[in-house]
């Protein structure tokens, strides 16, 4: 099988297994695994941010930050096609009792002056807002990066309101490697970032959430209550470190991969979408001749695996798993299926 479902298919290589056979553990909840305090402080360097912690996904991670930095009652401002919007179950509304307030953005970048039309006034009537939620980069734009200079100009108008902003980073890498921005400069425009080990980087479970000491300190309580406190979980983070240490630069054959799946496809009838909007590792077609579930049922028999991204797109994930001749047979298959 070609597995273009996700990032999140990859397998831990032999260095993550033999890393996670070796690690020291410890009891985590009491803090005392060193492995993941090796983790925790790797990645609170390379965000920039003071502190950071280990959560078992990337959802729950950004639960967490939405948990720590609201309140019942007040409303958090988001890209209406954002993850944390979209694809987490309601659990914003379920878990912190908020009010979403989706925004429409361009390739998911939301424009800071629409952000600061949204933010709330002080009114009765009106439910306070209480955070900013970013996406970097944006899955369901098309993994596209969005620029530093509108994070930028989204935290200018956050700080002129003492609103914190969340970053969505999951796959905050893949935006660095394939901008050359690097990394501390995204983190550097928001209050805490969430980042996947998991995903392109080959982990086989984790995410890390990180901001200030003060935030983190009221986040690890919210990870204990909703059951995330993981004990011995240093083997886990152990293909963590070796996830952050050696899988960054790589990203960039997945891209170089998405780069090749979208030219080929591109010139293909039956298929709409823009190649110059492929940034990373994520192309989302829609085809016009046919319906998604004929498409990926197609692709399916022929041994490809796709995900279909409701109402009417079909999405291919390059990752660590497929190579220059997975993508293409890949662009054969749809050629022949389109034909
Ligand atoms: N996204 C998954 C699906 O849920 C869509 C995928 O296969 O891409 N933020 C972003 C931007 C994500 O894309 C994802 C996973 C998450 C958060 C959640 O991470 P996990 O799966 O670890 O909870």
Redesign the pocket.
Do not use: L, V
């Given at each position: 099988m070609i597995d273009l479902r996700?990032d999140?298919i990859t397998m831990p290589t032999v260095a993550m297994r033999k890393a996670m056979a070796e690690a020291e553990v410890g009891d985590d909840v009491y803090g005392a695994d060193p492995t993941i305090n090796r983790l925790q402080e790797l990645s609170a360097e390379m965000m920039g941010k003071e502190v950071a912690m280990f959560v078992p996904?990337?959802?729950?991670g950004?639960q967490i930050a939405v948990l720590t930095h609201t309140r019942p009652g007040t409303e958090v401002i988001l890209e209406a096609d954002s993850?944390i919007y979209y694809?987490e179950a309601a659990a914003a509304s379920v878990f912190a009792g908020i009010q979403p307030r989706p925004l429409a953005g361009r390739r998911g970048s939301m424009p800071a002056e629409l952000v600061e039309w949204a933010i709330r006034q002080d009114d009765i009537h009106l439910p306070p807002t209480s955070l900013i939620c970013l996406?970097n980069t944006h899955?369901r734009a098309g993994g596209t990066v969005v620029p530093l200079k509108d994070m930028q100009a989204v935290y200018e108008v956050a700080n002129r309101y003492k609103i914190p902003v969340h970053l969505?980073g999951?796959?905050i890498f893949n935006a660095s490697v394939a901008s050359g921005v690097p990394v501390k400069d995204y983190t550097a425009c928001t209050t805490s970032i969430q980042f996947?080990l998991?995903k392109g980087l080959g982990a086989p479970v984790g995410?890390i959430i990180a901001g200030p000491a003060d935030f983190i300190e009221e986040a690890r309580r919210w990870r204990k209550r909703l059951g995330g406190g993981m004990r011995q979980a240093g083997i886990i983070a152990a293909a963590g470190i070796v996830a952050l240490e050696t899988m960054v630069d790589r990203l960039a054959e997945d891209h170089e991969n998405a780069r090749l799946l979208a030219d080929g496809l591109a010139s293909l009838k039956g298929i709409d979408f823009n190649p110059d909007e492929v940034d990373t590792n994520i192309v989302i077609v829609k085809p016009t001749t046919m319906s998604i579930e004929q498409l990926g049922d197609e692709l399916e028999k022929r041994g490809i695996l796709t995900v279909v991204i409701e109402p009417d797109r079909v999405r291919f994930t390059t990752n660590k798993e497929v190579n220059r001749d997975d993508i293409e047979k890949t662009i054969t298959a749809v050629k022949e299926i389109l034909a």
């Open positions: 996700s999140t996904s990337g959802t729950m950004n993850h694809y996406e899955n969505d999951a796959r996947c998991s995410s």
